[in-house]
């Protein structure tokens, strides 16, 4: 139980492009997911917490019109990277945490989406 | 956010070998999960531990809220342990350390 998916694995796009991302709870539903992104070598920094019917959080240096979420359903949030640079290379990763989990915070994490500008 | 420290950074294991790794963190926390990330990237959940003590195989986890610290113990490690285990308290969202990369040699 309590799997994520991401689509696409890896994606390569030219400068100047836009590409979404999709992160989907496949057996549970998520009020709320999260968006992450890790360079090579580099830990996990948290770029927005996604809400369901509601417009996203951004941690700070994030640009929020760079990186469009959208969290339209319970199973779905979107992430998409707008007018795309050769610095927004990088892994993308969301996270989920089950709806209705009482006091339990746990995140489960989909296997990540690899991002190449050229 | 919260300040989060692991050591060491990283550790080469013969196989057997039984291993300890820790992490501290700068204030309270609600949620403490701890993670393997595999070679492709995925991050596997280890153990969800706020506080107290988990076992799961050859793993075990502690967590001492109060003292703001947690433990990842790993028991006859195994080549398959390899990788970055990487430890993140949190209130709600999560702060990642910089994660122990784990070697274990055959």
């Known amino acids: 139980g309590a799997v994520v998916s991401q689509h696409p694995s890896w994606v390569i796009c030219k400068s100047g492009t836009s590409v979404k991302i999709e992160c989907r709870s496949l057996d549970f539903q998520a009020t709320t997911m999260f968006w992450y992104r890790q360079f090579p070598k580099q830990s996990l920094m948290l770029m927005a917490t996604?809400?369901?019917?509601?417009?996203?959080?951004?941690e700070q240096g994030v640009e929020k019109d760079k990186f469009l979420i959208n969290h339209a359903s319970l199973t779905l949030s979107t992430l998409t990277v707008t007018s795309a640079h050769p610095e927004d290379s990088s892994f993308y990763i969301c996270?989920?945490?089950?709806?209705?989990?009482?006091?339990?915070?746990?995140?489960?994490f989909g296997p990540g989406t690899r991002l190449t500008v050229t | 956010g919260i300040q989060v420290e692991q050591s060491p950074p990283d550790l080469i294991l013969q196989e057997g070998a039984n291993s300890t790794l820790r992490c501290n963190f700068s204030d309270s926390v609600n949620n403490l999960q701890w993670f393997h990330q595999n070679p492709w990237g995925q991050l596997i959940n280890l153990f969800y531990i706020p506080s107290g003590t988990k076992q799961n195989g050859r793993l075990s986890a502690t967590t001492v809220a109060t003292e703001r610290y947690s433990l990842l113990y790993i028991s006859s490690s195994q080549t398959t342990d390899s990788g970055v285990y990487f430890c993140a308290p949190g209130p709600y969202k999560l702060s990642f350390g910089a994660g122990t990369t784990v070697t274990v040699r055959a």
């Open positions: 996604s809400n369901e019917g509601s417009k996203a959080t951004y």
């Open positions: 996270s989920a945490t089950p709806s209705g989990g009482g006091q339990t915070y746990e995140q489960y």
